[in-house]
């Protein structure tokens, strides 16, 4: 199963970029990488994923290289309705999605 | 599409009473996970199943925890004897059949219910 690495939080203001790396050493060839979003007291909501190079859709981006060894969630011009945690999931299909402890997004004004 | 609905939101109990939670997946999904999560934690996988059958079981849960399917539909998750360690966050999620992108490599996508806050007194 894919283990993940991610910073524990991060600050940043408003209409900044901000960028997430999380690390993945030993994803399986047959895994996507995933990102949720989490609000407290809500279930986690799905934000993008992708298998390789660059994903883009209406909320955010994702970077991953070649080695998939790692991938970086992209927020372009957050707002203070960004501040959640980030949660970087490898796996689906036949692997279980396994959440690490995710990252604590601060969005201050 | 309603989205994954869970009941109760929330649930206060006395230690070594029984609670069950109940999920109400989107409709025409066949995958349905649980996961507990505790403050400042990421979810924590319980099991799941594909239809009706559970695939596999967190060996983390004791034996106090139980969970069901019984028409590939909505599920149940009971808990019996409760000890105030299983205080936490109880969510279910929801997915369609993974859908292979290609040779092997299947893609995902969970739908997240609002979960159930439970608290053993």
């Known amino acids: 199963l894919a283990k993940t690495t991610q910073p524990i939080s991060m600050d940043s203001y408003e209409g900044q970029e901000v960028n997430i790396t999380c690390s993945h050493n030993n994803i399986a060839t047959n895994d996507y990488i995933t990102w949720y979003q989490q609000f407290p007291s809500q279930g986690p909501r799905f934000i993008i994923q992708g298998y390789k190079t660059k994903v883009t859709n209406e909320v955010a981006s994702l970077f991953i290289p070649a080695d998939r060894k790692s991938s970086t969630l992209s927020l372009p011009r957050v707002s203070l309705s960004d501040t959640a945690v980030y949660y970087c999931l490898g796996g689906g299909g036949y692997n279980k999605l396994i959440f690490g402890a995710g990252t604590r997004l601060a969005v201050h004004p | 599409d309603t989205g994954v609905s869970q009941n109760p939101r929330h649930k206060i109990t006395k230690r070594g009473q029984n609670v069950t939670f109940r999920c109400d997946p989107i409709s025409e999904h066949n995958r349905l996970y649980w996961y507990r999560q505790t403050l400042g934690q990421g979810p924590e996988f319980l099991t799941y199943?594909?239809?009706?059958?559970?695939?596999?079981k967190s060996r983390l849960l004791s034996d106090r925890f139980s969970a069901e399917r019984p028409k590939g539909s909505f599920s149940t998750l009971e808990i019996q004897r409760t000890e105030q360690g299983d205080s936490a966050m109880y969510l279910c999620?929801?997915?369609?059949?993974?859908?292979?992108?290609?040779?092997?490599?299947?893609?995902?996508?969970?739908?997240f219910g609002s979960g159930t806050q439970l608290s053993v007194l």
């Open positions: 999620a929801s997915s369609s059949k993974p859908s292979r992108q290609r040779e092997g490599i299947f893609r995902e996508k969970l739908f």
């Open positions: 199943f594909q239809n009706e059958a559970q695939l596999e």
